[in-house]
């Protein structure tokens, strides 16, 4: 059986994220849409630059801030953009995330969104927050990385 069964299209990243957050942990996530929200995620309309989950007191993990624009071609059935949205995980995955995020203080955001076969699913990242000198240092990293890249590129 091959490993890689199904195509991986990648919709939306949030770059910003891992400027904001220290990712300690990656994990996949279904997501709950109507058909509208199906029909525009596929045609790229989606940011996930403000995107959270948050765990609520039921035990659902919920998408929220993260805009999907409305269908061009809906009508009156068409989705509310900025509405919140379920995430599909399984009830260990749930549990053990809500412990991290209430012990260790720790944010859950999204990471990628990507269509998996026919599915949509979303990456979401456990992080913690960077301090600003953190940012600060992750920014001269990377610009010591291009400045190595560019004189690579002038001796070849």
């Not at 994220?17 to 942990?25: D, K």
């Not at 659902?60 to 949205?85: C, F, S, T």
Request: hydrophobic letters at 40%.
């Amino acid at each position: 059986m091959p490993e890689n069964r199904f195509q991986i299209r990648v919709i939306a990243k949030n770059k910003r994220a891992f400027f904001e957050y220290e990712i300690l942990e990656k994990l996949e996530a279904g997501l709950a849409l109507s058909g509208t929200e199906v029909k525009s995620v596929r045609a790229g309309k989606v940011s996930l630059l403000d995107g959270w989950v948050e765990i609520n007191d039921e035990g659902q993990a919920l998408l929220k801030q993260v805009h999907i624009a409305p269908w061009e071609y809906g009508n009156i059935y068409n989705h509310d953009e900025m509405r919140v949205r379920q995430l599909l995980l399984k009830k260990r995955e749930l549990i053990r995330l809500k412990n991290s995020l209430h012990a260790k203080g720790l944010t859950l955001v999204p990471l990628r969104m990507y269509l998996k076969g026919r599915l949509v699913k979303v990456e979401l990242g456990l992080g913690k927050g960077k301090k600003l000198h953190d940012k600060r240092s992750t920014t001269q990293e990377r610009e010591a990385n291009r400045a190595m890249e560019r004189a690579m590129k002038r001796q070849v």
